[in-house]
Nanobody, 124 residues
Framework: QVQLVESGGGLVQAGGSLRLSCAAS????????MGWFRQAPGKEREFVAA????????DYADSVKGRFTISRDNAKNTVYLQMNSLKPEDTAVYYC?????????????????WGQGTQVTVSS
């Protein structure tokens, strides 16, 4: 049974930082590209960042470029999202997802497995 479990969310002031983690089990982690998505209240789920199987290639939404960094540790079956210079508009539930295809994608429908999400709230 595949499980993706996010952690690290919470309440932070604008300008602060958080590091999200997503621990994977039940799959061959190094054979999956990983992505982070987020969904704010009343809005559709949107792409945040993705990383290839080896970690050699990453992609970011324009809204987070230069502030967020995605990384992975295949030995620990974990993907991370370091979020710096947080803004109130970053408030959302953040989800990690796994994609068995080669390369990376910003399209949520392409991902095979999803975590339950972790809440990030940025106060102004």
């Amino acid at each position: 049974q595949v499980q993706l479990v996010e952690s690290g969310g919470g309440l932070v002031q604008a300008g602060g930082s958080l590091r999200l983690s997503c621990a994977a089990s039940g799959l061959s982690f190094s054979n999956y590209a990983m992505g982070w998505f987020r969904q704010a209240p009343g809005k559709e789920r949107e792409f945040v960042a993705a990383i290839t199987r080896s970690g050699g290639i990453t992609d970011y939404a324009d809204s987070v470029k230069g502030r967020f960094t995605i990384s992975r540790d295949n030995a620990k079956n974990t993907v991370y999202l370091q979020m710096n210079s947080l803004k109130p508009e970053d408030t959302a539930v953040y989800y990690c997802a796994a994609d068995r295809r080669l390369g990376i994608t910003t399209i949520s429908d392409r991902y095979d497995y999803w975590g339950q999400g972790t809440q990030v709230t940025v106060s102004s």
